[in-house]
């Protein structure tokens, strides 16, 4: 199958899906608001820009699961990140509120990216869209763009918590490698079996 007409099936089955499911989980969206709003002061979504097909930039959604000023203490903790620069991620997050640390073990915080898939601005599967601008990928990283990113991919259930981020790059390369309706049907498989265990975050 061709590139084009793989993205073509891919946005019907993402779409089918979403819709779908979409009672439930309303639902379940509303249950995380009242959560998030009881627990602590803030918003209920977090928005940043990230980097999507063809180096665009787009607004993504998410729980949020962090305290309001999590931006402003970020260079404070810059030193405990576990990834090079330009990612960050840090073990034990002392940002990350009591609800937040829920939503991030069910992986429940990542629900609001279905608006982005509702846009077209995301898929259901595909490489996790990056908060750093596309001038700062490798050339070889920007193979990466030709699909949309997705919510779920290889690296969220072959490598999540024990990959080092050349590791991840690699997984999305494999992933865009091999694309096929088959590969993000087994991958959404996977992500479904991680959320159940509760090997989130």
């Known amino acids: 199958m061709s590139l084009p007409a793989y993205q073509r099936v891919k946005r019907a089955f993402d779409l089918t899906i979403v819709l779908i499911a979409m009672p439930l989980i309303l639902v379940v969206m509303g249950l995380c608001a009242l959560a998030i709003r009881l627990?602590?002061?803030?918003?209920?979504?977090?928005?940043?820009?990230?980097?999507?097909?063809?180096?665009?930039?787009?607004?993504?959604y998410k729980?949020?699961?962090?305290?309001?000023?999590?931006?402003?203490?970020?260079?404070?903790?810059?030193?405990?990140?576990?990834?090079?620069?330009?990612?960050?991620?840090?073990?034990?997050d002392p940002r990350i509120t009591r609800v937040g640390r829920f939503l991030r073990k069910s992986s429940l915080d990542e629900l609001p990216q279905l608006i982005?898939?509702?846009?077209?601005?995301?898929?259901?599967?595909?490489?996790?869209?990056?908060?750093?601008?596309?001038?700062?990928?490798?050339?070889?990283?920007?193979?990466?763009?030709?699909?949309?990113p997705g919510i779920t991919g290889l690296w969220q259930v072959e490598g999540r918590n024990t990959t080092d981020f050349s590791g991840w790059l690699r997984l999305e390369m494999r992933y865009m490698q091999r694309?096929?309706?088959?590969?993000?049907?087994?991958?959404?498989?996977?992500?479904?079996?991680?959320?159940?265990?509760?090997?989130?975050?």
């Open 39 to 60: 627990d602590s002061p803030g918003p209920v979504l977090f928005q940043q820009p990230r980097t999507g097909r063809d180096g665009l930039r787009f607004r993504m």
């Open 63 to 92: 729980f949020r699961t962090m305290v309001p000023n999590a931006a402003e203490l970020e260079d404070s903790l810059r030193h405990l990140s576990i990834l090079p620069p330009p990612a960050f991620k840090i073990i034990d």
């Open 116 to 148: 982005n898939v509702m846009r077209g601005d995301m898929s259901l599967v595909g490489p996790r869209p990056t908060p750093w601008p596309v001038a700062q990928y490798e050339l070889w990283q920007t193979a990466r763009l030709e699909v949309p």
């Open 179 to 201: 694309l096929s309706l088959w590969q993000d049907l087994v991958i959404l498989g996977r992500t479904a079996g991680a959320v159940i265990r509760g090997t989130g975050e």
